[in-house]
């Protein structure tokens, strides 16, 4: 998280705040937990994706492209877990 935001500067997005009800509902259960955190999963891959034409060194683009690998791979796994456990949203 500091490393990107060391990178963004003055365009990093400033602290989030959380919804406590948004935070319940997300974890009332197995099949929306799993939802949840496949969606993060998924912006998390948007986001890089997203961010990659903006990285103009080699080395903070190839950092990206790990990281999205990484997240992609998170993704599928819990699209996995929940299709076989008859979770299909």
């Known amino acids: ?5 060391a990178l963004l500067g003055t365009a990093r997005v400033g602290r ?17 937990i799993l939802r949840t955190a496949e969606l993060l999963e998924n912006n998390g891959v948007a986001t890089l994706n997203g961010a990659g034409k903006y990285l103009q060194s080699a080395d903070n683009l190839l950092i990206a ?3 999205v690998s990484v997240e992609a791979r998170h993704a599928a796994a819990l699209r996995d877990v929940r299709e076989q456990g008859g979770l299909v949203a």
Do not use: D, M
Request: aromatic share 0%; glycine share 4%.
């Open 16 to 32: 989030l705040t959380l919804n406590q009800t948004a935070i319940a509902t997300a974890v009332a259960s197995r099949a929306s």
């Open 65 to 67: 492209g790990k990281a």
């Open 1 to 5: 998280r500091e490393a990107l935001a």
